[in-house]
């Protein structure tokens, strides 16, 4: 008597990833707000360092107007500008950078002439000057926030 018997069946093949849709869903999300606090940390030490810029700008300002002491100002101005560009640009070689190149770099963000050309001379003569004109150092530094604003 034949018995009307199966033969034997192997069980698929086990899936090579096992956990249920809700932790594949969990997983993912996981990943996903990872990236984004990693690409949110990045931007925050970029614009932290705008603002630190922004802020010390401001309180070179306030300095200015109390004091109206106008070479050290724009001796404390051309400082500022130098410190920020070494941090915003850490693998140039500007450090060395005086004169005229050195005003033609601080017009590359601009893509102006302002520093070279126009009231940004002023970082070059005023320490030669007797008394420069408080204008001058004024139009400086309303160029020095919108530069580092455009950085």
Known sequence: MDLPLRDIHIPPLAPWWQLALGWQILLAL????SGFAIYKRINKKK????????????CLEST??????I?????????????FSLQK????????????????FLDAPLKSTEFSQGCGKILL?????????????????E?????????
């Open 30 to 33: 996981g990943v996903l707000l």
């Open 47 to 58: 614009l932290t360092l705008k603002k630190k810029a922004l802020l010390e700008l401001a």
């Open 64 to 69: 200015f107007y109390e004091n109206e002491d």
């Open 71 to 83: 070479l050290s100002f724009l001796a404390e101005l051309s400082s500022f500008l130098r410190r």
């Open 89 to 104: 640009y850490p693998d140039k070689a500007i450090g060395g950078l005086t004169g005229t190149p050195w005003l033609e």
């Open 125 to 141: 003569k005023a320490p030669y000057q007797k008394a420069p004109q408080k204008e001058e150092a004024l139009d400086l530094l």
């Open 143 to 151: 160029l020095s926030y919108r530069w580092t604003k455009q950085l």
